[in-house]
């Protein structure tokens, strides 16, 4: 009674969306949130144990919609934007992800939650790993989707990939060349990285473009991944010491993306890792293969209850 009584208190009506995404299930409600000096957006729904949702770039919080309604008749399903993406607020700086996993303790004492699971997906699962070497104890499961985490596993080796030339790409003047291009950078990111470029819809490539196109957005972006240094210092540093992950995490990654990499970097600092593959899909398991993510994300999240 106490924690809907937090929640109620809360959250407000929900806010329009920017353009015909999947919305999320009417009774979600979503609210600016203030956590950690920043101003989150975040929308809550559902009934039961709590399920933090984290997004990756490209996206924001509404690429969520179908595994939320799929989690919300036994999950209180939680799903904020980052700091600097989606309508969460643009800060000049704080984009390491041990100050975005202080974000995330932030909002979840905002809504009276103790105990938590998380899912997350790109840049998402950088920010849950930091948030996870923080409450190690608070989260009972975490799913980790599709993108490696700085400074574990195989991180150098990965860095060496040429499709993943943007991890370095950014400062002033690269803001200059996307700005009023947003769509042209980002499509690169949805074609290249999926297996069906198709399936990643043009309804949904106009909501991202029009999200990241916001002031400040492009600038918060690129900063998401000058941080990696940062983040890969504060994770050898946290392994260093002995530190191990000792939740249930499921590691999955898209077929035709990261694959069964995704696992081999999350043994490298966890003892309790389930590989898991995405069939038919690349990076974007939530728009090539949400069903097959959906059903195998529920399935591994029941499993705790």
Not at 14 to 27: G, H, I, K, M
Not at 44 to 50: D, R, T
Not at 53 to 66: F, N, Q, T, V
Not at 265 to 284: C, F, K, L, Q, Y
Request: hydrophobic residues 45%.
């Amino acid at each position: 009674m106490f924690r809907s009584m937090l929640l109620a208190a809360a959250l407000c009506v929900s806010a329009p969306a920017l353009a015909e995404v999947q919305p999320f299930p009417t009774r979600f409600q979503s609210r600016d949130i203030a956590a950690n000096g920043v101003t989150l957006h975040v929308r809550v729904g559902g009934k039961g144990p709590a399920v933090l949702l984290l997004h990756g770039y490209g996206e924001s919080g509404d690429m969520w919609a179908p595994l939320a309604a799929a989690l919300k008749e036994n999950h209180t399903v939680i799903v904020p934007d980052l700091r600097g993406m989606g309508l969460s607020s643009h800060p000049a700086d704080g984009f390491d992800k041990m100050t975005q996993g202080r974000d995330m303790q932030a909002l979840l004492a905002s809504l009276g939650i103790e105990r938590y699971d998380v899912v997350a997906h790109d840049i998402g699962n950088m920010v849950a790993f930091a948030l996870a070497t923080q409450q190690p104890d608070r989260i009972g499961r975490l799913v980790l989707i599709d993108a490696p985490v700085p400074g574990v596993g195989p991180w150098d080796e990965i860095l060496k990939t040429p499709m993943l030339w943007h991890f370095r790409f950014g400062g002033p003047d690269m803001e200059r060349l996307v700005a009023g291009r947003e769509r042209i950078y980002l499509d690169r990111f949805w074609n290249d990285f999926s297996a069906h470029p198709a399936r990643f819809d043009e309804q949904s490539r106009q909501h991202y473009a029009a999200l990241y196109a916001r002031p400040g957005a492009m600038h918060s972006g690129f900063a998401q991944f000058a941080a990696f240094d940062q983040d890969a210092a504060d994770n050898r540093a946290w392994l260093a010491a002995g530190n191990r992950l000792s939740m249930p995490i499921l590691a999955m990654g898209g077929e035709k993306s990261f694959g069964s990499t995704m696992a081999v970097v999350m043994r490298a600092a966890a003892s309790n890792v389930t590989e898991g593959v995405i069939p038919d899909s690349g990076h974007w398991i939530m728009e090539e293969n949400p069903q097959a993510t959906v059903t195998r994300v529920a399935s591994f999240l029941g499993a705790g209850q």
